[in-house]
């Protein structure tokens, strides 16, 4: 059964930093291209960052982009995504999600497995 489990979620002043980290488990990881979405109350999930199977390509929303910044560990079968400079528009669940191609366009529908979320606050 393919399990991804984010972990590294919590409180933070507003220009704090977190780490959050994706395990998978029942899927190798370094064969899918993986990201991170978050969804706040009341809005649409939305795309964060991504990083392909190697880790030799990132791409970033425009919100995070200088930000934040996402990596990933094959040999842990984990992806990381760093998050500093927090705002209180940060506040959201993250979701980090794996599918088997690289491109540049990332939407809810295109990925193949999710995790079940950990949350981010960042308070003023």
């Known amino acids: 059964q393919v399990q991804l489990v984010e972990s590294g979620g919590g409180l933070v002043q507003a220009g704090g930093s977190l780490t959050l980290s994706c395990a998978a488990s029942g899927l190798t990881l370094r064969n899918w291209a993986v990201g991170w979405f978050r969804q706040a109350p009341g809005k649409e999930r939305e795309f964060v960052a991504a990083i392909n199977w190697s880790g030799g390509r990132t791409f970033f929303g425009d919100s995070v982009n200088g930000r934040f910044t996402i990596s990933r560990d094959n040999a842990k079968n984990t992806v990381c995504l760093q998050m500093n400079s927090l705002k209180p528009e940060d506040t959201a669940d993250y979701y980090c999600?794996?599918?088997?191609?690289?491109?540049?366009?990332?939407?809810?529908?295109?990925?193949?497995?999710w995790g079940k979320g950990t949350l981010v606050t960042v308070s003023s």
């Open positions: 999600a794996a599918r088997g191609y690289w491109s540049g366009t990332w939407g809810t529908k295109d990925m193949a497995h």
